[in-house]
Nanobody, 125 residues
Framework: QVQLVESGGGLVPPGGSLTLSCVAS????????MGWYRQAPGKRRELVAR??????????DSVKGRFTISRDNANNAKNMVDLQMNSLKPEDTAVYYC????????????????WGQGTQVTVSS
């Protein structure tokens, strides 16, 4: 089992910055990708940014040039992923969820996805 814990959310004025962090409860060396999703009230959950195990990234069009996803490979632990958010807008307000996609924790278990509990980001003056 893998638990994902997000941190770094909060209230920030328009134009401000926040960094979200996600830490996994164990090293997840065999994973297809890690990413951040968000869900605003009354809307579907959507992809914000994603980084594959090979280092390829993709972003939602609405955040390109403002958000940066990075995966912490310190000590080859591969159990952290951050989202640097700059030039925040009110429409970025949402609950942000960390996702680990296609995790294989052992050769005896099938690949599966894991989600964090979410962290609230509110952009308002």
């Amino acid at each position: 089992q893998v638990q994902l814990v997000e941190s770094g959310g909060g209230l920030v004025p328009p134009g401000g910055s926040l960094t979200l962090s996600c830490v996994a409860s164990r090293s997840i060396r065999d994973v297809d990708a890690m990413g951040w999703y968000r869900q605003a009230p009354g809307k579907r959950r959507e992809l914000v940014a994603r980084v594959t195990d090979g280092g390829s990234t993709n972003y939602a069009d609405s955040v390109k040039g403002r958000f940066t996803i990075s995966r912490d490979n310190a000590n080859n632990a591969k159990n952290m992923v951050d989202l640097q958010m700059n030039s925040l807008k009110p429409e970025d307000t949402a609950v942000y969820y960390c996702n680990a996609e296609g995790v294989k924790v052992s050769r005896f278990t099938p690949r599966r996805d894991y989600w964090g509990q979410g962290t609230q980001v509110t952009v308002s003056s």
